[in-house]
């Protein structure tokens, strides 16, 4: 058990100075000052922290070897990473289950907290491939999108009413040598997605971090992506810029000051209390990483942003 003591906490919405107690890898406790505390305490002064990053990684899973592997694990944790997306593909229903627990296999040996989707052509998007997916606690899918046509044939009524239980969240992937056609088709998947209440969010990039109201939709907010008492103790250190200005406490950072850390990489990577990278040093522990199993998706997810979807569409017209 450790104290982090008056970190300089900044993240999207507003600066804070705050004071976190760590124990077996969670936050126990987060007050603004904690002077009486006589035990193990890290003085903070002159660092910057934020929020462990989570990414999807499209490469993770088809590393060739074991060497491979912790070379891309490290890349990750280099960038900020504490917990990794991975979606392998799959083209017929009865593969889901086996390619699920193939992906669990080769993740065993993570350093990194783990979550994992699939990845499935539009044409397998049907209930029962849904329920499938919701009992294997498969929080997202990455959904393969072609043509206008494909979507008109979807079951719309029978998927939304079958994600009412377990609202996984679809997330669309389209390819295309227009970008004319790349627009219309997204807008024309966030409309429908729209009109039947259907989770959904703008394509995911590479090795790019999630956002608050998207790691709420997965489910994996507050556990992860977020430093609150109960929350792992995923997070990052940065050196002060000198010629940066950090913000007031209550001053929103619409910020610079976010945007300005956000971008870098970080001095030093904490998993589940755990140091991982310091400075250019990174130490892989394999096998410390546990899949993250989401009870359900948007458990958390704030009336704010339940609206996003149909916001989301919209700047597409």
């Not at 990684?57 to 990750?76: G, H, I, Y």
């Not at 679809?170 to 429908?192: D, G, H, K, N, Q």
């Not at 394509?203 to 998207?214: D, G, H, N, S, T």
């Not at 310091?278 to 546990?290: C, E, V, Y």
Request: proline letters at 4%.
């Amino acid at each position: 058990m450790y104290l982090l003591d008056k970190a300089t906490k900044i993240d999207e919405e507003i600066n804070t100075l705050r004071s976190y107690l760590i124990k077996d890898g969670k936050i126990n406790y987060v007050t603004s000052t904690f002077d009486k505390w006589n035990k193990q305490r890290v003085t903070m002064t002159g660092t910057i922290m934020t929020n462990g990053r989570i990414m999807y990684d499209d490469k993770l899973l088809t590393c060739n070897d074991f060497q491979q592997f912790q070379e891309r694990q490290s890349l990750l944790i280099k960038k900020g990473c504490t917990s990794v997306a991975v979606a392998p593909r799959v083209q017929y229903e009865r593969e889901i289950e086996a390619v699920f627990k193939r992906a669990k296999h080769s993740m065993a040996s993570s350093t990194l907290d783990f979550v994992i989707g699939i990845t499935l052509p539009l044409a397998m998007v049907r209930p029962s491939v849904i329920r499938m997916c919701q009992n294997l606690k498969i929080p997202f899918l990455r959904i393969e999108i072609q043509s206008f046509n494909e979507l008109k044939s979807l079951p719309w009524t029978h998927i939304s009413q079958t994600l009412l239980t377990y609202p996984t969240v679809l997330i669309p992937v389209i390819s295309s040598t227009s970008a004319r056609f790349e627009v219309a088709l997204l807008r024309e998947w966030m409309a429908y997605c729209n009109n039947y209440r259907i989770h959904t969010t703008a394509p995911i990039e590479p090795l790019v971090r999630w956002i608050k109201p998207f790691l709420q939709k997965v489910g994996l907010f507050p556990e992860k992506g977020t430093l609150l008492a109960g929350s792992d103790a995923d997070y990052l250190i940065f050196h002060q810029d000198q010629n940066h200005e950090i913000y007031s406490l209550k001053e929103k950072v619409a910020t610079k000051g976010w945007i300005v850390y956000d971008e870098k990489d970080p001095i030093v990577v904490v998993v589940k209390g755990e140091i991982i990278k310091s400075n250019d040093a990174i130490t892989l522990k394999p096998g410390f990483g546990r899949l993250i199993e989401v009870k359900r998706p948007a458990r958390f997810l704030s009336m704010s942003h339940v609206g996003e979807d149909e916001i989301q569409q919209k700047s597409y017209m």
